[in-house]
């Protein structure tokens, strides 16, 4: 199936610093790519849905200055969580959608950010 | 409005005890309905695609089907190893988002 990565896979920073989570397609382009948040023994919330080349899309509640989204490429997806809070720690997983509508959704590995 | 719902919330098996898990959605029209494995602290791991009633899948004990209103997520005679959480997904017609179930937890006992 198709891979895709998640990069750190586990980072710890000081509260007001800013992280950033790279998530890339390896053998695929991905048209679309989503990023979700995960608090233990609860399902994926999804945060935001980027297409290559334009603006994310945020759910309600998301704050779009606090989770910047970059999806400058059909194989590459950014999120900075800027000036970190504690409250921020979670598990962030990002997936990625080829070009075709149907196609299926595939995972990265997730990022535990522990923010201190 | 579109909904996925799973039930159960969790399900305990001895080995060899097979069983099934139940996708319910409501969608307007459906592009597709995807089945994954999560295992503690990881992404999950997508397992099938279905895009048409009476569509079924395969895989190794896993058996995926599906009706106009819900999937099922056969499991037969499962192994311990089999113990993850099972999360469902739609995708619907008209829209970028894929609707995701809250899951269930398998535990499969030796």
């Known amino acids: 199936g198709a891979v895709v990565s998640q990069h750190p896979s586990r980072v710890i920073c000081k509260s007001g610093t800013s992280v950033k989570i790279e998530c890339r397609s390896l053998d695929f382009q991905a048209t679309t790519m989503f990023w979700y948040r995960q608090f233990p023994k609860q399902s994926l919330m999804l945060m935001a849905t980027s297409n290559e080349g334009s603006k994310a899309t945020y759910e309600q509640g998301v704050e779009k200055d606090k989770f910047l989204i970059n999806h400058a490429s059909l194989t590459l997806s950014t999120l900075t969580v800027t000036s970190a809070h504690p409250e921020d720690s979670s598990f962030y997983i990002c997936?990625?959608?080829?070009?075709?509508?149907?196609?299926?959704?595939?995972f990265g590995p997730g990022t535990r950010l522990t923010v201190l | 409005e579109d909904q996925v719902t799973q039930s159960p919330e969790a399900l305990r098996l001895q080995e060899g005890e097979s069983s099934s898990l139940n996708c319910s959605y409501t969608v307007s029209g459906l592009r597709g309905l995807f089945w994954y494995r999560q295992d503690p602290g990881k992404g999950p791991e997508f397992l099938f695609t279905l895009y048409s009633a009476g569509e079924e899948k395969e895989k190794e004990r896993l058996k995926a089907t599906l009706t106009k209103k819900e999937s099922f997520l056969h499991i037969t005679a499962p192994k311990p190893e089999d113990s993850a959480t099972y999360l469902c997904a739609v995708h619907p017609t008209g829209g970028f988002k894929t609707i995701f179930g809250a899951g269930t937890r398998l535990f499969v006992k030796a």
């Open positions: 997936s990625a959608r080829g070009t075709r509508a149907t196609d299926t959704q595939y």
